[in-house]
């Protein structure tokens, strides 16, 4: 009866089990269900961006949310993460809703792209969008290059306003004339659908619009409901703060001078371990930049010029080349052609005038070590006054500081006689007299 009853048991828990896990899948696929999920698009458009956007499009169908809104205040950003951006709302399983906000928030150039991608586009007061035409990372460029940069944007803009019903033409003008226009100018020109202030007026408005994937097409119900706020986490927080190319610069400049200084001062520690933490935050940065590694190249180069500065004389010709190598590595660091990121000229500038600075500071004070007295050593004892205990002819000993020598003159030396020291063989002084006891 025992066993039966426990075989029961275990038949009844087998059966159970599997229900309980498929309810617990259930309620977590049903736990946005009738609610409203909303995440900040703000800063530049760069791969976190597009990272972010993704889990919060895998998240909303996942979890049966009604809908994604993406509040967006954007410079503009990276023309890749753009695109990769505007494919997934194209695409999204959920309706997406794109938002303007708060008042002084703007959307621009990558962010104009964003904005028309949207089920729903609106803009809270005191906003504006445009601008969106390609920028080099460096300046401008040249006319062939431009030209191919300006169509293919222009022609990615019309199929994105089409495919949403928006004005194809302003869209157009855009990116090849970069207009911009206010909240108000861009509802009455079809760029957006409405205004609104506030979460709750977006969401009213929105409700009862339609939605389109392909061939089929859906109604936006969203009216009062809920929502819940994507919170981002630590890494997106850091990667939001060091994937600015300026910042990720810096810490690699401080990577290299701790690393260096460590490498110079064994056992300092501080040195090594501050700059191995801002290589691979700089690592990290670049992991999500466009990085020329030609570039990283170049300013590696520099460094091991200016350290041979220290080790050979050049005159200065290893010191200038080290320049030249950071500052041409600096400059193709990140390979953009259409992208807001740009690395600031003070900052290579800064970087450039320190590095050469500390450089030349460090080679200067080599130089004049070179040049100082030797205070240490046989080396050390050459021109010091010593006093002879006893007669010199030639021999005998010498008092030098606290320490009896013995020493050897050339001339014979009385008892008492202020002496010069020659140099040094073995134990054994060579000495002669002072000027002062040659002059009496």
């Known amino acids: 009866m025992k066993r039966a009853g426990a075989l029961l048991a275990l038949v009844v ?3 159970l089990a599997p229900a309980g896990a498929e309810a617990a899948t259930r309620n ?3 736990a946005g269900e009738g609610r409203v999920l909303v995440m900040r698009l703000d800063g530049t458009v760069s791969p976190v ?3 972010a956007l993704a889990r919060a499009i895998e998240r909303a169908h996942r979890e049966s949310y009604s809908a994604l809104v993406v509040e967006v205040d954007t410079p503009g950003g990276l023309e890749t993460s753009m695109r990769e951006i505007v494919k997934q709302l194209l695409a999204a399983p959920v309706p997406v809703l794109a938002w303007v906000a708060p008042g002084g928030a703007r959307a621009a150039s990558a962010g104009v792209f964003v904005v028309m991608a949207a089920d729903v586009a609106a803009m809270a007061p005191g906003t504006n969008i445009g601008a969106a ?3 080099n990372l460096q300046g401008g460029m040249d006319s062939t290059l431009a030209r191919k940069a300006t169509h293919d944007a222009a022609a990615f803009a019309r199929t994105i306003a089409n495919q949403r019903g928006r004005n194809a033409q302003w869209a157009e003008r855009a990116v090849r004339e970069a207009v911009s226009v206010s909240e108000t100018e861009a509802v009455e020109q079809r760029i957006v659908d409405f205004t609104a202030a506030t979460l709750e007026e977006l969401l009213a408005r929105a409700d009862g619009r339609t939605w389109k994937r392909g061939s089929q097409s859906r109604t936006v119900a969203v009216a009062g409901q809920p929502v819940d706020r ?3 986490g630590f890494r ?4 939001g703060v060091i994937a600015d190319p300026n910042v990720a610069y810096i810490l690699m400049m401080l990577g290299f001078y701790g690393m260096l200084f460590e490498l110079q001062n064994p056992g300092a520690l501080l040195p090594g371990i501050v700059g191995g933490i801002c290589l691979l935050l700089a690592f990290l940065a670049f992991s999500v930049l466009p990085v020329n590694y030609a570039g990283i190249a170049l300013i590696v180069l520099a460094i091991v010029f200016f350290l041979a500065e220290i080790k050979v004389a050049s005159h200065g010709l290893l010191s200038a080349g080290g320049v030249l190598a950071l500052v041409l590595g600096s400059v193709i660091l990140f390979d953009v052609q259409g992208t807001g990121l740009r690395l600031s000229w003070s900052v290579i500038a800064a970087a450039a005038v320190v590095t050469l600075g500390f450089f030349v500071f460090v080679v200067g004070a080599g130089l004049m070590a070179q040049r100082r007295r030797v205070a240490t050593g046989s080396q ?20 030098l500081g606290d320490e009896i020598w013995n020493a050897i003159s050339s001339v014979p030396v009385d008892t008492g006689a202020e002496l010069e020291v020659l140099g040094v063989d073995g134990l054994r002084l060579r000495v002669r007299p002072s000027a002062k006891e040659a002059h009496s």
């Open 13 to 15: 828990a087998l059966g």
């Open 28 to 30: 977590a696929a049903s």
């Open 49 to 51: 961006s597009a990272h």
């Open 133 to 135: 035409t390609p920028v």
């Open 230 to 232: 994507i919170v981002p």
């Open 236 to 239: 997106q927080r850091l990667l």
């Open 380 to 399: 050390g004892l050459i021109g010091q006054r010593a006093t002879a205990v006893e007669r010199l002819d030639p021999g005998g000993r010498v008092r």
